[in-house]
C-alpha cells in the first residue's frame, strides 16, 4: 500500500498518466510550453489590469470582434480574437442567440 504522502511525492516527478478512458497531465507545465511557443511565434500577452478582459471591440457595423479592452483601459487590437473562457464565458459577453453549447459524451460510466 501507498501513503497518501508517498504518492504525492512520486507525483511530483509525474509528467502525465496514461488511463484509457481519462487522463491527467501537469496543466502547469503544459500552459507554460503553450506560452512559450505563442511567444516565439510573436503573440502578445499580458497580465494584471493590461490582460484581464473588460469589452470586445467591434467592427463599425458591429459584426466582427476586431479586439479587446481591458480593465486598465488598453486597447489590444487582433486580427482573431479567441475566447476560452469555459463557463466563464456568459458572466464576460452576452451570448444569447449566438452560441450553442454541445456535449459529446466520449464514454459511459458503468
Known amino acids: 500500500m501507498y501513503s497518501t504522502t508517498r504518492l504525492a511525492d512520486e ?22 510550453s503553450v506560452g512559450h511557443e505563442l511567444r516565439r511565434l ?17 467592427s463599425e ?4 470582434c476586431i479586439g479587446v479592452r481591458t480593465v486598465d483601459g488598453t486597447e489590444w487590437g487582433a486580427d482573431l480574437v479567441i475566447m476560452a473562457a469555459g463557463a466563464w464565458s456568459p458572466t464576460l459577453i452576452d451570448l444569447e442567440g449566438q452560441c450553442v453549447s454541445k456535449v459529446k459524451p466520449l464514454w459511459r460510466p458503468s
Open 11 to 32: 507525483a511530483q516527478r509525474w509528467r502525465g498518466l496514461w488511463v484509457k478512458k481519462g487522463g491527467w497531465v501537469a496543466a502547469r507545465n503544459a500552459l507554460n
Open 42 to 58: 510573436g503573440v502578445k500577452t499580458a497580465f494584471g489590469t493590461a490582460g484581464t478582459f473588460d469589452a470586445p471591440l467591434l
Open 61 to 64: 457595423d458591429g459584426t466582427q
